[in-house]
């Protein structure tokens, strides 16, 4: 049973894993709250966004994997922007509404919740 969707807890789960099933949950929320923000704003920006193929390769429990995360390929008057640099007005606002920029750390099309680097 993939318990990470789970609302009720698994029995051979601790207490601790308990509590971290409900902030994954919280944060999953928080993220699909706030990605179509981002999404308008970009939009309204100019911008046109694609998104990457989706990999089951990614680390399990990464934000990716677990529903948290989501890059995104950018694109300016049919230019595919790779930048980091590019990315910096969403990035920027994306921490503004209390999300994590990859750009922080050099991954420019990465977008997160909960991340916290």
């Not at 990470?4 to 409900?22: H, K, T």
């Not at 939009?43 to 948290?68: A, D, K, M, Q, V």
Request: proline letters at 4%; a neutral charge; one cysteine or more.
């Amino acid at each position: 049973m993939n318990y990470y969707y789970s609302l009720r807890p698994v029995r051979c789960l601790n207490c601790m894993e308990v509590i971290e099933m409900n902030k994954l949950g919280d944060q999953q929320r928080a993220f699909a709250r706030a990605f179509p923000l981002l999404l308008l704003y970009a939009f309204y920006l100019g911008y046109e966004i694609t998104f990457p193929p989706e990999h089951t390769n990614h680390i399990r429990n990464s934000f990716l994997y677990s529903g948290r995360a989501k890059d995104i390929n950018l694109f300016k008057d049919g230019i595919y922007l790779i930048e980091t640099k590019d990315h910096l007005p969403l990035g920027e606002y994306w921490e503004s509404l209390g999300g994590t920029w990859g750009g922080r750390w050099g991954d420019g099309n990465h977008y997160s919740w909960g991340e916290g680097r």
